[in-house]
């Protein structure tokens, strides 16, 4: 989202060196799943089935491979989850499934599933896996202080496997790699990196197991006439229906222009925004038909198209996932 957001800065701000009605609009937008879960799973239980390993040493920083803790990283999961609401209740056993001695990534077999289930009162067991650690050092140079600094470089790889009772294999495999890194000192250490690290990776996994919230950005046109302006006001204060009306009436009152694509650009923005992205499609067509391939505004209108589609193309899957919500987001 913030490589959109750069871009679309970067292209109005091409047209606002010619027009300064472009305005600028953030919101948050609620983003599907990976999967969707079926509506009756309500109660999720996350297990901590990774590599046990030894305490963390202070004073030490390891460089090359590590292995998260799984106490840590299941307790930040469950916690995660249950912060999103969307399950009834998130169950937290916390306590390893793995021996000492184990090592790699261990699958649950139907058996366990059964049992963690049904001792847990769970519809379904989210199985934190493993969280694999690769960490190396980096000099980097910053002219900002004319200094080559040490760097810590942590690439993370989260795993964790979904299980309902009554199938041989996970429902669903989850594997994502991010990175964090740390200037070294002597604070830096085995025992500052493995916990931090082992909590980031399940705050990175929510986002995919569930739907979750990102920032967004649009834009819209304001000023040129008192209607126009006042609509302006209605989005500043988050009333949509008013500014569609006055949206509306400047589209039929304009035969063509400037000010008619204006006004269909932002009726489209007001219908994504009342969540009827039919409408907003149907609206974004009609911009694009009166908008002018070689003007200003012609990038704009094909960034908002480019991102009204993706748009449309998460909201079914949104749909299902917030079914049980009855669509109320």
């Not at 679309?8 to 060196?17: P, R």
């Not at 986002?207 to 979750?212: A, E, F, I, Q, T």
């Not at 489209?268 to 969540?275: F, P, Q």
């Not at 391939?293 to 960034?303: G, H, I, N």
Request: aromatic share 8%; hydrophobic share 40%; net charge negative.
């Amino acid at each position: 989202m913030k490589k959109y957001a750069s871009l679309l800065i970067g292209i109005a701000g091409c047209v606002l060196a010619s027009c300064s009605s472009v305005q600028f609009l953030s919101f948050d937008q609620l983003c599907p799943a990976d999967v969707s879960f079926p509506e009756q799973l309500r109660n999720v239980a996350v297990v901590n089935n990774m590599p046990p390993i030894p305490s963390p040493k202070s004073g030490v920083l390891t460089l090359g491979h590590l292995e998260g803790d799984g106490k840590t990283s299941a307790e930040a999961l469950a916690e995660s989850l249950a912060d999103t609401r969307y399950f009834d209740q998130v169950i937290i056993c916390d306590s390893a499934l793995r021996s000492e001695g184990s090592a790699g990534t261990s699958s649950l077999s139907a058996r366990q599933v059964e049992q963690l289930t049904r001792d847990l009162g769970a519809d379904a067991i989210f199985s934190f896996d493993r969280v694999q650690i690769e960490t190396r050092k980096e000099d980097v140079f910053y002219p900002e202080f004319g200094a080559v600094l040490s760097v810590a470089h942590v690439k993370l790889t989260p795993q964790v496997q979904v299980y309902v009772p009554g199938r041989d294999k996970p429902l669903f495999t989850l594997v994502k790699t991010d990175s964090l890194g740390w200037e070294i000192d002597p604070t830096v250490s085995d025992k500052t990196v493995i916990p931090e690290v082992s909590s980031y990776a399940a705050s990175i996994l929510t986002g995919h197991l569930v739907p979750h919230w990102v920032s967004a950005d649009r834009i819209y046109f304001d000023g040129g006439c008192a209607d126009m302006r006042d609509a302006g006001v209605s989005v500043r204060e988050g009333d949509w229906n008013a500014a569609q009306e006055l949206w509306t009436k400047l589209y039929e009152a304009s035969k063509k222009g400037n000010l008619k694509m204006k006004s269909a650009v932002n009726l489209a923005l007001s219908y994504e925004m009342l969540g009827d992205m039919n409408q907003a499609v149907s609206w974004l067509e009609k911009a694009k038909s009166l908008v002018k391939p070689d003007s200003d505004y012609a990038q704009l209108v094909s960034f908002y198209d480019r991102q009204l589609q993706e748009r449309l193309r998460q909201w079914t899957q949104l749909n299902i996932q917030m079914h049980r919500f009855d669509n109320n987001f």
